[in-house]
């Protein structure tokens, strides 16, 4: 607290006597008495109830031991100076453009949405011909650009399927332990990115723990122990939306995002913040196999083979460690688990390579969802171990049999889940709840339903005007 001690307050404060006549209508400064001479046990008094006040302020406890530094590594300003063009900046901020005004127009031009066509068509206006700009056409505009320091670079890979497709799969992608090294480096970020697991408590008794970013959850802790000593833990988020399409040319896509949960949730979860990168654009398959359950199962295959691949540097860094720099260029030996996969039911399905009658975090199927006692979790050791037998009934390669054994068991038929190898990652843990259907719509269609048919319609909306 900022308050001054009891001993100080009564060394400033004075009292007005009741038994001393006043001399005048306002008084003296004989009509006043000092607290210390009528009220000595005030101090403790004042000292007592602001020591209780004390004891009452959250409390906060720190992961002793994690994230060490490791030397010296890089920051931001040291990537934007490494620069081939740095020396050109110097004289000209706004290189390769000539002015902030030109750099303005071609920012907007670029994030406008407009095509290629339509940006040629503007810049062929009398108008904008007139402020004589650097660029002429759209093309021209794309090279000044590709000039400018840029993120993590794309790479493109060809994508080998079990069963044919009509046209052949790509998937662009870029480094995954790059694109979290950017957001560390973000300028948007700094000072909102934390690397220590903590607890945090409402008072010194520490019997109610305050939950509030990710880093204060009870799986951040239990993560960090099962690091070496000095690690840094970095969260992963995964984000996807196969609803989300995105037109790849001739071809379709739908995005993978990712960010860290180490960022602040305030601030990654605000779209502005730009906390979330594109990592891959998923490659949407149209298989020419004559049954269309079994194009779903192969689909639901490809998807995992492609993310597999995406992630790869970060199983390695879950496995081993990546050694990364801070915000302030201090580096760290760093571990990426996977702590959150951000997705709508259906794609929570296919993810943990579950039926859709089945639980994707528990062990539970769609007979047992209203039952009043909770079913194990659905754990990567249960899903190995369900994997495990399947194979010994059929081989993988036999799509139908194959797909008939994994339905026994809840299972989607999915081979080789792309989690399955990546250290430290649980299925019931990284799959988070889904507001649409897990909150809305069950409270739209389950339980605004029962409160209906128990009050009646006609108490149930007075009861809701009264909010």
Same mark, same amino acid.
Request: proline residues 5%.
């Given at each position: 607290?900022?308050?001054?001690?009891?001993?100080?307050?009564?060394? *400033?404060?004075?009292?007005?006597?009741?038994?001393?006549?006043?001399?005048?209508?306002?008084?003296?400064?004989?009509?006043?008495?000092?607290?210390?001479?009528?009220?000595?046990?005030?101090? !403790?008094?004042?000292?007592?109830?602001?020591?209780?006040?004390?004891?009452?302020?959250?409390?906060?406890?720190?992961?002793?031991? #994690?994230?060490? /530094?490791?030397?010296?590594?890089?920051?931001?300003?040291?990537?934007?100076?490494?620069?081939?063009?740095?020396?050109?900046?110097?004289?000209?901020?706004?290189?390769?453009?000539?002015?902030?005004?030109?750099? &303005?127009?071609?920012?907007? @031009?670029? /994030?406008?949405?407009?095509?290629?066509?339509?940006?040629?068509?503007?810049?062929?206006?009398?108008?904008?011909?007139?402020?004589?700009?650097?660029? &002429? =056409? #759209?093309?021209?505009?794309?090279?000044?650009?590709?000039?400018?320091?840029?993120?993590?670079?794309?790479?493109?890979?060809? +994508?080998?399927?079990?069963?044919?497709?009509?046209? #052949?799969? *790509?998937?662009?992608?870029?480094?995954?332990?790059?694109?979290?090294?950017?957001?560390?480096?973000?300028?948007?970020?700094?000072?909102?990115?934390?690397?220590?697991?903590? &607890?945090?408590?409402?008072?010194?008794?520490?019997?109610?723990?305050?939950?509030?970013?990710?880093?204060?959850?009870?799986?951040?802790?239990?993560?960090?122990?099962?690091?070496?000593?000095?690690?840094?833990?970095?969260?992963?988020?995964?984000?996807?939306?196969?609803?989300?399409?995105?037109? +790849?040319?001739?071809? %379709?896509?739908?995005?993978?995002?990712?960010?860290?949960? /180490?960022?602040?949730? !305030?601030?990654?979860?605000?779209?502005?913040?730009?906390?979330? +990168?594109?990592?891959?654009?998923?490659? +949407?398959?149209?298989?020419?196999?004559?049954?269309?359950? @079994?194009?779903?199962?192969?689909?639901?295959?490809?998807?995992?083979?492609?993310?597999?691949?995406?992630?790869?540097?970060?199983?390695? #860094?879950?496995?081993?460690?990546?050694?990364?720099?801070?915000?302030?260029?201090?580096? &760290?030996?760093?571990?990426?688990?996977?702590?959150?996969?951000?997705?709508?039911?259906?794609?929570?399905?296919?993810?943990?390579?579950?039926?859709?009658?089945?639980?994707?975090?528990?062990?539970?199927?769609?007979?047992?969802?209203?039952?009043?006692?909770?079913?194990?979790?659905? =754990?990567?050791?249960?899903?190995?171990?369900?994997?495990?037998?399947?194979?010994?009934?059929?081989?993988? %390669? /036999?799509?139908?049999?194959?797909? *008939?054994?994994?339905?026994?068991? *809840?299972?989607?038929?999915?081979?080789?889940?792309?989690?399955?190898?990546?250290?430290?990652?649980?299925?019931?843990?990284?799959?988070?709840?889904?507001?649409?259907?897990?909150?809305?719509?069950?409270?739209?269609?389950?339980?605004?339903?029962?409160?209906?048919?128990?009050?009646?319609?006609?108490? @149930?909306?007075?009861?809701?005007?009264?909010?």
């Amino acid at each position: 607290m900022n308050q001054p001690r009891g001993c100080c307050i009564t060394s *400033q404060l004075r009292i007005k006597s009741s038994e001393t006549p006043f001399s005048g209508a306002d008084g003296d400064a004989g009509d006043w008495i000092d607290m210390d001479s009528g009220f000595d046990g005030l101090a !403790d008094e004042v000292f007592d109830v602001e020591m209780e006040t004390r004891t009452h302020e959250p409390v906060t406890e720190l992961y002793s031991g #994690a994230s060490v /530094n490791y030397g010296r590594g890089y920051t931001f300003m040291d990537v934007f100076d490494a620069d081939p063009f740095s020396s050109e900046r110097q004289h000209n901020l706004f290189y390769p453009f000539s002015s902030g005004a030109e750099w &303005k127009f071609a920012s907007w @031009l670029a /994030n406008s949405g407009l095509s290629m066509a339509a940006i040629d068509e503007c810049l062929s206006l009398d108008v904008i011909k007139s402020q004589r700009f650097s660029f &002429k =056409t #759209a093309k021209a505009l794309r090279k000044l650009i590709e000039l400018l320091p840029s993120g993590p670079r794309w790479k493109c890979r060809s +994508v080998k399927t079990e069963s044919p497709t009509r046209h #052949a799969l *790509q998937v662009f992608y870029r480094d995954a332990i790059e694109c979290l090294q950017h957001l560390i480096h973000s300028p948007s970020n700094n000072g909102l990115i934390h690397f220590v697991p903590e &607890k945090i408590y409402s008072a010194a008794d520490r019997t109610q723990h305050i939950y509030t970013d990710w880093l204060t959850g009870d799986r951040a802790w239990e993560l960090q122990d099962a690091l070496p000593d000095g690690a840094t833990l970095l969260g992963v988020v995964l984000s996807s939306d196969k609803t989300h399409i995105t037109q +790849v040319g001739n071809r %379709q896509a739908h995005p993978l995002l990712i960010s860290l949960a /180490n960022i602040s949730a !305030d601030v990654r979860r605000k779209g502005s913040m730009k906390s979330y +990168v594109l990592l891959a654009l998923l490659p +949407v398959p149209r298989f020419v196999h004559p049954n269309k359950r @079994l194009r779903g199962v192969l689909a639901s295959r490809l998807l995992h083979q492609v993310i597999s691949v995406v992630v790869k540097p970060l199983k390695m #860094a879950a496995e081993v460690g990546r050694m990364m720099s801070d915000p302030v260029g201090n580096l &760290k030996y760093c571990f990426t688990p996977l702590v959150a996969y951000i997705a709508d039911t259906p794609e929570q399905h296919v993810i943990a390579c579950v039926t859709d009658n089945a639980s994707a975090i528990s062990m539970a199927v769609s007979n047992r969802f209203g039952d009043p006692l909770c079913c194990a979790a659905r =754990t990567m050791s249960k899903t190995r171990q369900l994997l495990i037998a399947v194979k010994r009934e059929t081989r993988a %390669q /036999n799509l139908s049999s194959y797909f *008939q054994a994994c339905r026994k068991r *809840q299972l989607n038929g999915v081979a080789s889940p792309f989690w399955l190898d990546w250290a430290l990652v649980e299925p019931s843990s990284f799959l988070t709840p889904e507001v649409l259907h897990h909150f809305f719509k069950m409270f739209w269609d389950h339980d605004r339903k029962w409160c209906s048919r128990m009050l009646g319609a006609d108490e @149930l909306d007075f009861r809701f005007s009264l909010l």
